[in-house]
């Protein structure tokens, strides 16, 4: 493998019915690639949580993952609206998700905290008005 190999996706912000499409590709990528069960199960979870996170807050995104063979490293971007308060969104089950979303079973306050439960680092930049971006790594 070369040093690394690049994965970029689009999110698409209107569309629940696409929402996990990333991480089910990078789940086959990683898997033909040699990945440990383990290892995919943790990537594919943090992409997850992101992808359903810049759906429902964000109108989309952007996920790139790179991939090198002594870790995984996870790029999520979006334009929306930021976090204000990043250490209160961290709290497992605080959600500012609309009922409309909470119905469909989404917003229950998991994703930040699940994505930084599955990686072995995460780093939240966000701007109120601008847009968030997260990075996380998975060792391999």
Excluded: W
């Excluded at 994965?7 to 440990?36: C, P, W, Y």
């Amino acid at each position: 493998m070369a040093d690394f190999v690049n994965f970029h996706f689009d999110i698409d912000g209107d569309n629940f019915t696409s929402a996990g499409e990333a991480s089910v590709r990078i789940k086959k990528h990683l898997r033909e690639m040699g990945f440990s069960t383990e290892v995919i199960r943790r990537v594919s979870v943090a992409m997850y949580e992101g992808e359903i996170n810049m759906v429902i807050h964000a109108n989309g995104g952007t996920a790139d993952v790179d991939v090198y063979v002594d870790h995984i490293d996870i790029c999520l971007a979006d334009n929306g609206p930021g976090i204000s308060d990043i250490d209160l969104a961290m709290q497992e089950g605080y959600s500012t998700a609309p009922d409309n979303i909470r119905s469909l079973g989404f917003g229950a306050g998991m994703g930040l905290p699940n994505m930084k439960r599955y990686t072995d680092s995460m780093k939240i930049e966000s701007e109120v008005g601008r847009g968030t971006t997260i990075y996380m790594s998975v060792n391999v």
